[in-house]
T-cell receptor, first 113, second 114 residues
C-alpha cells in the first residue's frame, strides 16, 4: 500500500520568514495530494491540495509543488504569521485504494515573534 | 453550511466496556470515512463508506471494532470490550463523492480508556 513520509517533524521559524515542509510517497499511482492544518483540539482542516496533472498550485501565502518523477511534494508558506502555528499533515490518495487518505506523520510548525 | 459533526466530543470509559461514537456527515456527501489519531501521531484509516456500504474495512484493527451507516447519513463506530490502547482521537470525514475529492473532517471524539 501507500506510504507517506514527512519532514521535518518540527519546524520553528520567525514571523515573516518562509516555511517548507516536504513529503514523499511510494505509490506511483497516487494522484491526489491534500495538505491539512490541525490546531490543538480540532479536526484537520484542508488548506490546499494538488492533483497529479499539475506541478504547482498557489493560494495567497500558501503553495504546493509536486514532482511526480521523484514522488515528492512540498508545502510552502510565505510571510509566516503566529496564527500559522499548528501541526501540518500531508496526505496522498491513489487509484484503486477506495479513496482512503494515507497521512504523513505531521510537522509541528511554530512561528515565533 | 453545517460541517461534519461528531459526538460525544469526549468519552472516558473503563477497560472492557463498549463505546459508540457518532458521526453526522455534511448533507449530500455520499462518502464517509473513519480515522484514528493516537497522541502526537498521524491519522490512520479505519473504514470507508460509500452510501451505506463499506467497500473498505481494511483499517479496522481488530474484530472489536465495527461500524455502520444508515440512511446514507449518520455513521456509528462501535468499539467492544475497550482496551487502553484504544485511547485516541477518532475522526470522521466526508466527501461529496469517493475518489480524489476533498475530505472534510469533524472535530473528533477523544476517547480515554482507563
Amino acid at each position: 500500500g501507500e506510504n507517506v513520509e514527512q519532514h521535518p517533524s518540527t519546524l520553528s521559524v520567525q514571523e515573516g520568514d518562509s516555511a517548507v515542509i516536504k513529503c514523499t510517497y511510494s505509490d506511483s499511482a497516487s494522484n491526489y495530494f491534500p495538505w491539512y492544518k490541525q490546531e490543538l483540539g480540532k479536526g484537520p482542516q484542508l488548506i490546499i491540495d494538488i492533483r497529479s496533472n499539475v506541478g504547482e498550485k498557489k493560494d495567497q501565502r500558501i503553495a504546493v509543488t509536486l514532482n511526480k518523477t521523484a514522488k515528492h511534494f512540498s508545502l510552502h508558506i510565505t510571510e509566516t504569521q503566529p496564527e500559522d502555528s499548528a501541526v501540518y499533515f500531508c496526505a496522498a490518495i491513489g487509484t484503486g485504494t477506495a479513496s482512503k487518505l494515507t497521512f504523513g506523520t505531521g510537522t509541528r510548525l511554530q512561528v515565533t515573534l | 453550511g453545517a460541517g461534519v459533526s461528531q459526538s460525544p466530543s469526549n468519552k472516558v470509559t473503563e477497560k472492557g466496556k463498549d463505546v459508540e461514537l457518532r458521526c453526522d456527515p455534511i448533507s449530500g456527501h455520499t462518502a464517509l470515512y473513519w480515522y484514528r489519531q493516537r497522541l502526537g501521531q498521524g491519522l490512520e484509516f479505519l473504514i470507508y463508506f460509500q452510501g451505506n456500504s463499506a467497500p473498505d474495512k481494511s483499517g479496522l484493527p481488530s474484530d472489536r471494532f465495527s461500524a455502520e451507516r444508515t440512511g446514507e447519513s449518520v455513521s456509528t463506530l462501535t468499539i467492544q470490550r475497550t482496551q487502553q490502547e484504544d485511547s485516541a482521537v477518532y475522526l470522521c470525514a466526508s466527501s461529496f463523492n469517493p475518489g480524489q475529492e476533498t475530505q472534510y473532517f469533524g472535530p473528533g471524539t477523544r476517547l480515554l480508556v482507563l
